[in-house]
């Protein structure tokens, strides 16, 4: 509300993810395990103290209304068309993911934006450095961003309006590097 219509930061990163949660079948813990085909990637991962797998699949695309337009049906149908005739842990998650109450496809997003403050209202955080989960730099990006702010914070006073203004974006634009 405060920067205007969000979308219009929207950066669609040629990319869709589909998570959701499955029984932990193979009975481990603290595990990611990933395979890769071209334009494709299916993935497992358990979460620390998560006794759930989370299943995810990632799928390349050249627009973001393909997915984004579709119903839950539809998107279910979507991801066992691309997915359907690859092996490795990939029918047992097909089915999970056709059972999970917490299925949901999604497109990779980055919010690319010229100032990330209005007056004394400013992103920080993920909301201003997050490449996107993919990318899996999302911490890191948000650190260095902590820490610019905190030097233009006791530059300025205290002032969060000037420590905004004196944020530059090339040290929060790492994100749109990756």
Not at 61 to 74: F, G, L
Not at 142 to 158: C, D, H, M, S, T
């Amino acid at each position: 509300m405060t920067f205007g219509e969000h979308n219009r930061f929207l950066h669609y990163l040629g990319a869709d993810e589909a998570y959701f949660t499955m029984e932990n079948y193979l009975g481990r813990s603290d595990v990611s395990r990933f395979h890769a085909w071209p334009g494709r990637v299916a993935a497992i991962t358990t979460m620390p103290g998560n006794a759930e797998l989370e299943g995810m699949f990632l799928l390349r695309s050249t627009e973001t209304t393909v997915t984004r337009e579709m119903d839950q049906e539809a998107r279910l149908r979507h991801i066992e068309q691309v997915f359907g005739g690859d092996e490795w842990l990939v029918p047992s998650m097909l089915g999970a993911m056709r059972s999970a109450n917490d299925f949901r496809l999604t497109p990779c997003l980055q919010v690319r934006m010229d100032s990330w403050h209005t007056g004394r209202v400013g992103l920080v955080g993920d909301a201003a450095h997050c490449p996107d989960p993919i990318a899996g730099q999302g911490a890191a990006l948000a650190l260095i961003g902590a820490y610019v702010l905190a030097g233009e914070l006791a530059a300025g006073g205290g002032n969060p309006a000037v420590a905004f203004a004196g944020r530059p974006v090339e040290a929060t634009g790492h994100a749109s590097k990756l």
